[in-house]
Nanobody, 127 residues
Framework: QVQLVESGGGLVQAGGSLRLSCAASGRTISSYTMGWFRQAPGKEREFVAAITWSGGSTYNADSVKGRFTMSRDNAKNTVYLQMNSLKPEDTAIYYC????????????????????WGQGTQVTVSS
């Protein structure tokens, strides 16, 4: 079982930036897909970005392309989500998720494809 701990959320004005971190622990991680999802009040959990361990390839939702960048530090078992040009509609709880293998493109955006989740970190963007 992998434990995930997110950090870095907060309150920021529109146009500002935040960097979220997700640290994984609990087992040796040699292959994975890690994802960021978000959930706003009254809405379903939404895919934001994903990254694979093997190639470091990243995949972003259309709503965040050009603004958000996901990266990884395998030595630290940590992934990051750099969020720039934030908009009020980015306000949500952001969750980190883990799957112990590479996920196919057709399913990596589905919350059901992931095994472990963090507790979430709140991001609030004021207008």
């Amino acid at each position: 079982q992998v434990q995930l701990v997110e950090s870095g959320g907060g309150l920021v004005q529109a146009g500002g930036s935040l960097r979220l971190s997700c640290a994984a622990s609990g087992r040796t991680i040699s292959s994975y897909t890690m994802g960021w999802f978000r959930q706003a009040p009254g809405k379903e959990r939404e895919f934001v970005a994903a990254i694979t361990w093997s190639g470091g390839s990243t995949y972003n939702a259309d709503s965040v392309k050009g603004r958000f960048t996901m990266s990884r530090d395998n030595a630290k078992n940590t992934v990051y989500l750099q969020m720039n040009s934030l908009k009020p509609e980015d306000t949500a709880i952001y969750y980190c998720a883990f799957k112990s293998r590479s996920l196919a493109p057709t399913i990596r955006s589905s919350p059901n494809a992931y095994d472990s989740w963090g507790q979430g970190t709140q991001v609030t963007v004021s207008s």
